[in-house]
Nanobody, 125 residues
C-alpha cells in the first residue's frame, strides 16, 4: 500500500514562496508522483509531475515559470517549490501517485492510484 503525506502548506503574502513536500512510502518508489490543487468551487487541477525513477518532469502552463517539481530519492520525497505566489494560488494542494504523466495533460485525476490527504495554501494580497 502506497502512502503519500504532504507537508509545508501555510499562509503567505502575495509574492512570497512556499515549498510543499510529499513523502512517499510503500511497496515501490519508482513511480509518477505529482501535485494537484483544488480551490473552493473549482475543479481539481493538475500542476506538475515527476517520474521518480528518472528525471522527467512536467509542469502545467498555468504555473510554469513559478512552480518547480523536484525529488530527493534518498528521502523518498517529492517537492513542489512555489514562487511569486498570488491570491489565486490559494487552494488545497494534493500529492498523488499516478500510473502516467505526460507533456500534454501533465497529470490527470483519472490516472491517479493514490492520493495524499492534502495541505492548505493561503495567499493574501
Amino acid at each position: 500500500q502506497i502512502k503519500l503525506t504532504e507537508s509545508g502548506g501555510g499562509s503567505v503574502e502575495a509574492g512570497g514562496s512556499l515549498t510543499l513536500s510529499c513523502g512517499v512510502s510503500g511497496s515501490t518508489y519508482r513511480s509518477n508522483v505529482g501535485w494537484f490543487r483544488q480551490a473552493p468551487g473549482k475543479e481539481r487541477e493538475g500542476l506538475a509531475c515527476i517520474y521518480t525513477g528518472g528525471s522527467s518532469t512536467y509542469i502545467a502552463d498555468s504555473v510554469k515559470g513559478r512552480f518547480t517539481i523536484s525529488q530527493d530519492n534518498a528521502k523518498n520525497t517529492v517537492y513542489l517549490q512555489m514562487n511569486s505566489l498570488q491570491p489565486e494560488d490559494t487552494a488545497m494542494y494534493y500529492c498523488a501517485q499516478a500510473w502516467m504523466c505526460d507533456d500534454s495533460d501533465i497529470i490527470l485525476s483519472k490516472n491517479v492510484e493514490y492520493w495524499g490527504q492534502g495541505t492548505q495554501v493561503a495567499v493574501s494580497s
